[in-house]
């Protein structure tokens, strides 16, 4: 039995407009392995992972495929001061090329196509910052990575409970957003010898 693939459309069915859901259990596969998602300790399939929702328009000329629409959704990790859970909102609009492999922008000129009259026999020129590029091989779109890219992208480098958060105590790991502890910072090394010394009046 072939694999169900939910996220491919067949170029043959364009242009048609679609709904894609994303449900916790993918959104938790996709984010394992990233330490903002795996602090949280959440079980596979946990339901709170996170979902998404997409409603594009779908359509091609002779060579391409596009999609544009939006995407909404949301998303758990850690906090990366207490760990707690934080929900992250995404809400994005797409706008998306489908490209032969051959023609994919390399890595190194930063997605740019060749200015007009260098190259113009190679394929559009795109710019990275006006839209996202994905490889497709003409007859069949795949939108999976687009829609992971959109939970990934949405992970801040330190994502915040609250901006006040107070963390955890580094050394009983007491979470003092919610209690308080007794420990005291600990004295640097180099001052140790210096604590009981008493300086004459």
């Known amino acids: 039995m072939a694999k169900e693939m939910p996220y491919q459309v067949l170029v043959r069915e364009l242009p048609t407009q679609r709904t894609f859901e994303v449900p916790p259990a993918l959104v938790g596969e996709w984010l394992k392995g990233m330490p903002m998602r795996d602090a949280l300790g959440a079980p596979d399939g946990d339901p709170e992972a996170g979902h998404g929702l997409a409603v594009l328009d779908l359509y091609a000329d002779d060579v391409h495929a596009f999609a544009s629409g939006t995407f909404h959704g949301e998303l758990t990790v850690a906090c990366s001061r207490c760990v707690g859970p934080v929900k992250l909102v995404i809400d994005e609009r797409l706008r998306v090329t489908f490209m032969p492999s051959h023609e994919m922008p390399a890595d ?94």
């Open 108 to 201: 190194d000129d930063e997605g740019a196509r060749p200015a007009s009259g260098e190259g113009d026999d190679e394929g559009p020129e795109v710019a990275a910052e006006d839209l996202d590029v994905f490889p497709f091989d003409g007859e069949r779109i795949d939108l999976e990575p687009l829609f992971r890219e959109q939970f990934v992208l949405a992970i801040p480098y330190a994502p915040l409970c609250t901006e006040d958060c107070k963390g955890l105590c580094p050394q009983c790991g007491i979470d003092r957003n919610t209690a308080t502890c007794t420990c005291e910072p600990p004295i640097d090394p180099r001052l140790a010898a210096l604590k009981g010394l008493k300086i004459p009046s």
